[in-house]
């Protein structure tokens, strides 16, 4: 994100800077001017950025991203200032790219290190919002799963297929659920993308009607809509748990593989299911307080630590507030 210094944009005195994912949810946000980097491009991307950034000069550049690309990106913008991460949390070498770094935090959540930088410009402390505007379409759409007598319950069951990426629960504890939910008189939708193994889950999970099936047929802002109008959001460690974050629904969160207190859904902490703590004593034979903060675990069976009764104890605690 970086502050305009010359007024060639009087429209937008904030430029940022973000992929085409997060592009296809923010990018109609008033008062911001946006330039997407898509990374699919290569190294044809960083000139796509330099040419719409021309020649503009900037207050600051807030580097809020510590990876090598985000990196590269900043040294193309004409500004005094870098801001980036503190020594410590200045992942892939960005302290050899920044000039200024926000405080030294340790072991503090995700969005209060991107707090961090606003804190360090001036901004003060103020309640969190996020105004992310969802057009009439989205919110039609929306509303189709929206009933006055049956409280909406979204489910996104899996996380993105990488690496080593075990974040997913297995499809009969979802199963279960999901009959908990009925139990409860609840509209369960299930949402997620096109991969081969969402579409299972949706298959599987889907096959009697317990659930409407919308895997991989949502856009991003339709997702955002059916979110925002859902009572409450089911999922492991993702990108729903935070945009549900935005539009203040809560969110049963699923945490094994990763620490919740540094990622999870930053409003709806007392939902959060958190097995990590036990996940690094079984797999990585260590307290939490001796690990790197952030440290994965990167245990296929992980996520088998969390219970069906551990999620019905958190929808239970939900539904009786």
Known sequence: MVRRLQDNWPEAAITWIIGKTEAALLSDIP??????FD??????????????LGDSVFDIA??????????FLCRKISTPIRLGFDRARAKDFQWLFTNRRIDAQPRQHA???????????????RRLRWDIPLNNDARKFAANFKSPDKPLVVISPCSSQRSRNYRNWRI????????????????????????ELELEYGEILC????????????????????INAADLLICPDSGPAH????????????????????????????????????????YLEKPVERLGWGQRV??????DLITIDDVRSKIDIFFEN
């Not at 491009?41 to 796509?48: F, I, Q, S």
């Not at 990763?258 to 859904?265: A, I, K, L, V, Y």
């Open 62 to 71: 807030l580097c809020m991203h510590a990876s090598m690309r985000a990196s």
């Open 243 to 282: 945009i549900a974050t935005a539009f203040a629904t809560p969110v049963i969160g699923l945490y094994a593989t990763s620490n919740p207190d540094r990622t999870g859904p930053f409003t709806s902490r007392e939902l959060t299911v958190n097995r990590y703590p036990d996940a690094v004593a079984k």
């Open 172 to 195: 009969a504890n979802y199963a279960a659920i999901i009959s908990h939910l009925r139990e409860k008189s609840c509209r369960v939708v299930l949402t997620g993308g096109r991969s």
């Open 39 to 52: 990374k699919s491009k290569g190294r044809h991307a960083y000139n796509d950025v330099q040419r719409q």
């Open 31 to 36: 008062d911001l001017k946006f330039i997407i």
């Open 111 to 125: 969005l209060e290190a991107m707090m961090s930088f606003a804190s360090a410009i001036g901004a003060e402390p």
């Open 298 to 303: 990167r245990h296929p069976d992980a996520m």
């Open 207 to 226: 096959a009697d009607g317990a659930a409407d099936n919308l895997l991989g047929k949502t856009s991003l802002k339709e997702l955002a809509a059916l």
